[in-house]
């Protein structure tokens, strides 16, 4: 670069104007520097704080459960940050209006009373007011000093405080809005970017915290709720049962526990499929719920109600209702029959329409009860009167039916003591062949075991004294064991003793034993059976195992099997009380037996045509599907010899041949020449 | 002091008396006078300035302050805009004046001391502004109030209820926008 070619100042003023110029150059090129600088600088500081605030968050949403805890850390941590006079949040509930939740904070309560009173309870609905405006738009809103002045809903109260702006943001669980934030402030609301920024943010880490909160929510619910009907479970109804039980005022009036078990449920299932016991189930539990709260005037539990109530599934078909603060008994009574006729109409399961009818237990508290267990008992106890009656209905517990199970209970406890000392005998009722038309009297071909309780004060009892508490009691399991055992050993004796006799196989009499359900539908029942054939060495071909259709009730799949099982070792068996219960053709068809024995009150009323038809059919089914028929309860002589025309080809009864003691009944199959030579 | 407020000082001193007099000002102050906005200077720097300006013009230091103050604004506001334009009056400027501040303090020096203003209703209607700091800098405040009126064309009429400068623990000053 050639120096003339640079123009130099020619004087001292010129030098100084340029020095001057030069100084300003330098001076804006400083300016600019440090503008870039400090704009860098703050934008640094103000994302350090940023991140600082939103750490704060993040741990406190981390740290809580608890959306109500959390909140009002986050309101804090927003206001003191942005410096803004009052933050509030309201949850978005199920139909959708934004209700404040209490939640809030300013520095200055005094202050801002007046818009802190005129928010803390409000509840706005879609497009009302700020927080309606979010939840309406699903996007933050802003509101500035000259809206806040004219068209704010709450501009008094603002204006009080000093309030100069407002925001409201959404706070979202994927699209769904869960809570607002709403902040006001005493200045103008400048940086909406930053201010986005950082309280979207914070809304993601609330959300965090409502979504954990919902989950918790959510398992206490499964613990607590039957997962298919979705209504409270035995846990739930034990704690709000007791609860109530607690409150009973000193007259201990007021509570009522309904026991409501469904009639005719297992035959849907086992017709139709657990499929199908599911969608009834499911549709009970609507109706149910729909009944109770319709008569609790649309008002749910925990609502101000005359009188609350507790629906609850606790069993397989089993709902339990207790009624709590019931102003007057007969509302348990009302109800149960509200209940019933809400069950008239069918229920559709796939195709098909089905009915279920109510058996409903009530007892109502009093002082005679120390705890809510021995209520719920006693309306158990009434459940099952109403469902022994075969027609369901309702029962209320009542001293008597109390006293029936004292009865029972004291009876139960002298069962015990029977089992243990060996009170019980068997008496043996023979059966015979009813021969051929026209002849007499056939031969015997065996015997029916039949239990006797020798009791130690009254003597001689007959089964159906004793046998239904047995069933209750769960004593009837030891009793029939004792019962089989017992019966096979005697009639091996004797097998023995006629064997020697020089009687042949053929001749040897049967060995008929009846099976309680209960004992039959044990899991070791025909292991047990064969331990016993083993034991006693009576021939299995001579052992009948009677059962009624009640097993077949309870479990056709495990009565099949077991009968299979046992005929496979050549026991016969033998389908009791024909005729009395379902008589359902298709556990004839399905279920292997030997034998079909008509029930005695066909043959009491043999003089009406009508027994006379059905036994006509009964022995034509049995011919049919090749079963011998014993015809039971054989009274008189016309009786036997009317069965005998009809083709019936066994019987027992009083005209036969009375129960026995062992000796004397075996002493029956002595001919009597070798009666007398022994 | 922030380095700024040199700066602003220097601005003022220079589009009122002319470039060589802020020279002239660091010579009696007996200062180098280098400062840059990124930068920190003893808060004695300031005071010899002030007293400095305060013996050439033949001023008190408050009224020097209150002077620069005054002053600063239109600087402010050229170096500053993003902080004037969000608001449409002096009052709602000023109130967000803690919110300008502190992050300007802080963002260079995340320790460093800030000025408090805390603003409160008074029972007759004012605004009161109450300002503590070691600096005792009220009349500053007071001049930099009434340059935001300037700025957005507004009146104030400012009340000194109680000043540090008279001992007190605590400036106290009332506001009133609509004089």
Not at chain 1, 107 to 113: C, M
Not at chain 1, 354 to 374: C, W
Request: hydrophobic share 40%; proline share 4%.
């Amino acid at each position: 670069m050639k120096q003339e070619a640079i123009p130099l100042p020619h004087d001292a003023a010129m030098a100084v104007e340029r020095l001057e110029r030069l100084v300003q150059r330098e001076r804006e090129g400083r300016l600019q520097a440090e503008a870039i600088a400090e704009r860098g600088l703050r934008e640094l500081y103000e994302s350090q704080v940023r991140l600082a605030l939103l750490q704060r968050i993040t741990d406190c949403a981390n740290r809580s459960n608890d959306f109500s805890e959390a909140i009002g850390e986050v309101l804090k941590e927003i206001c003191e940050h942005m410096n803004w006079a009052f933050g509030t949040a309201y949850r978005v509930e199920g139909y959708g209006a934004a209700v404040a939740c209490d939640a809030w904070y300013t520095a200055e309560p005094a202050r801002l009373f007046p818009l802190v009173e005129a928010t803390r309870d409000r509840t706005f609905a879609s497009g009302e007011g700020l927080p309606g405006r979010v939840l309406r738009d699903g996007h933050p809103h802003w509101i500035d000093e000259s809206e806040l002045a004219t068209s704010f809903c709450r501009r008094v109260e603002a204006a009080s405080c000093g309030i100069r702006s407002a925001c409201g943001f959404p706070v979202l669980i994927g699209e769904e809005i869960v809570c607002v934030l709403e902040f006001f402030a005493r200045t103008a609301m400048i940086d909406k970017d930053a201010i986005l920024l950082t309280v979207t943010q914070a809304a993601t880490q609330l959300a965090r915290v409502i979504e954990r909160e919902r989950a918790r929510a959510a398992l206490l619910h499964d613990a607590l709720h039957d997962a298919m009907t979705g209504l409270p479970n035995r846990t739930l109804l034990d704690e709000r049962s007791r609860a109530a039980f607690e409150r009973l005022p000193e007259s201990r009036e007021g509570l009522a526990v309904l026991v409501i078990d469904l009639d005719g449920f297992k035959a849907i299932n086992d017709k139709y499929g657990h499929h199908a016991g599911d969608i009834v189930l499911i549709e009970t539990a609507r109706r149910f719920d729909s009944v109770i709260t319709a008569r609790m005037g649309g008002r749910r539990r925990g609502d101000q109600a005359s009188w609350r109530a507790t629906l609850a599934r606790v069993g397989g078909d089993e709902f339990v209702v207790v009624l709590d603060a019931l102003p007057d008994p007969a509302i348990a009574m009302d109800l149960s029959g509200a209940l019933i006729d809400a069950l008239k109409a069918p229920i559709q399961v796939a195709d098909e329409y089905v009915n279920v009818g109510l058996s409903i237990g009530i007892a109502h508290s009093g002082t005679s009860y120390s705890s809510v267990e021995q209520l719920r008992q006693d309306a158990d106890l009434a459940m099952y009167e109403a469902k022994s009656g075969g027609h369901g209905g309702v029962v209320t517990f009542s001293d008597s039916l109390g006293n029936e199970r004292r009865n029972r209970m004291a009876l139960e406890s002298e069962l015990r003591d029977a089992i243990r000392e060996k009170q019980f005998t068997l008496y043996y009722q023979p059966i015979f062949a009813l021969g051929k038309a026209g002849a007499n009297t056939g031969k015997l071909r065996g015997f029916e075991a039949l239990i006797r309780w020798n009791h130690p004060d009254r003597g001689l009892v007959e089964p159906g004294r004793f046998i239904p508490a047995a069933e209750a009691g769960g004593l009837i399991v030891f009793i029939g064991d004792w019962v089989l055992r017992q019966a096979c050993s005697a009639m091996a004796r004797l097998h023995r003793s006629l064997t020697e006799r020089g009687f042949a196989p053929g001749e040897l009499p049967y060995i008929s034993i009846n099976i309680a359900p209960q004992q039959f539908l044990q899991p070791t029942f025909s292991s047990h059976v064969q331990r016993v054939l083993l034991e006693t060495g009576v021939p299995p071909e001579l052992v009948r195992l009677e059962v009624t259709e009640g097993v077949a009730i309870i479990d056709p799949d495990q009565t099949r099997q077991v009968l299979e099982q046992v005929r496979s070792w050549g026991v016969k068996t033998s389908l009791d009380d024909f005729g009395t219960g379902y008589s359902s053709l298709s556990y004839l068809q399905n279920l292997p037996f030997d034998t079909l024995k008509i029930d005695r009150s066909f043959i009491a009323s043999m003089d009406d045509p009508k027994s006379r038809k059905i036994i006509r059919a009964i022995l034509d089914l049995a011919s049919n599907l090749n079963l011998s028929v014993v015809a039971e309860g054989i009274e008189t002589m016309e009786q036997g010899a009317s069965l005998r025309e009809m083709g019936c080809e066994y019987g027992q009864g009083y005209h036969l041949g009375r129960p026995l003691d062992e000796a004397s009944a075996f002493a029956l199959v002595w001919p009597e020449g070798t009666a007398s030579a022994a | 002091m922030k380095g700024v407020v040199f700066n602003l000082l220097e601005d003022a001193v220079v589009r009122e008396h002319g470039l060589l007099a802020w020279d002239g000002l660091l010579e009696m102050a007996g200062l180098d006078g280098a400062y840059t906005s990124l930068g920190s200077y003893p808060d004695s720097e300031v005071v010899r300035l002030v007293d400095a300006a305060s013996t050439a013009l033949g001023l008190s230091a408050g009224e020097v302050l209150r002077w620069f103050g005054r002053s600063a604004i239109p600087l402010l506001h050229e170096r500053y805009e993003m902080f004037f334009t969000p608001h449409k009056n002096a009052q709602s400027f000023v109130a967000s004046i803690n919110d300008i501040i502190h992050p300007e303090v802080r963002k260079l020096y995340a320790g460093a001391g800030c000025p408090h203003f805390h603003f409160h209703d008074l029972e007759d209607g004012r605004t009161g502004l109450a300002y503590k700091s070691p600096r005792r800098m009220c009349r500053l405040a007071h001049g930099f109030i009434e340059g935001a009126a300037d700025h957005y064309g507004d009146r104030v009429a400012i009340e000194h209820l109680a000043c540090m400068l008279d001992g007190q623990p605590v400036c106290r000053i009332a506001l009133d926008w609509n004089p």
